[in-house]
């Protein structure tokens, strides 16, 4: 079996584990699958080969053997099923495990990235700072029902599964913002996902893709 995921050549993140193709990365880690990085540019994200593999141009792709998929969610549960590691055994756990992960995708992390891009797309009209009031409260309400069912859990149900590692990653988007901060388990359970060896991996993997663009750019 031979995996590929395509990445950002030059990722807008500069390293710090945001781009998408780090939920992959850590579900590979966690599943002890190895796999190749494709590094791709925004113009070819734009062109007809990769739209045929990824029609919204966007990254990771993810292929393995025969097949292509897209979608964070969908890889990362598509590894979690066929490679273990990252769902419960039991079927009513895993049923619970699969809820969360859509939780996290569908319900945590929407008024995150609409706030996130609200300041590329509107930042400069005059009624932005009431938007990002009526953001910022959304946001807090989303954390603050999470944190009322995480209580004083390590993760969101039982083991540590798919659903903590894609949950994990939509809270980093809002770190340092001084809405999680609001929110001490939630601070400690992030870190609790980033502590993971797994984690840790695939973070210095999407790192390195940047300090060594950067070295690259700094030899001319």
Known sequence: MTITIT???????????????MRVRWALEEAGLAYRVELVSF?????APYLRQQPFGQIPVYREDDLTLFETGAIV?????HHGALLPAAPDARARAITWMFAALNTVEPPIIEREQAHFTVGSRPWFSELTAVMDERARVRLAQLSDHLGDGAWLDGDFSAADLLMVLVLRRIEGDGILEAFPNLIAYVARGESRPAYQR?????EKVYTDRVSQDLRG
């Open 43 to 47: 113009a070819q994200m734009k062109q």
């Open 77 to 81: 549960f598509h590894i979690a099923q």
């Open 7 to 21: 990445a950002f050549e030059a990722s807008p993140d500069q390293g710090r584990g945001l781009a998408r193709d």
């Open 202 to 206: 695939a973070y210095a993997a999407q």
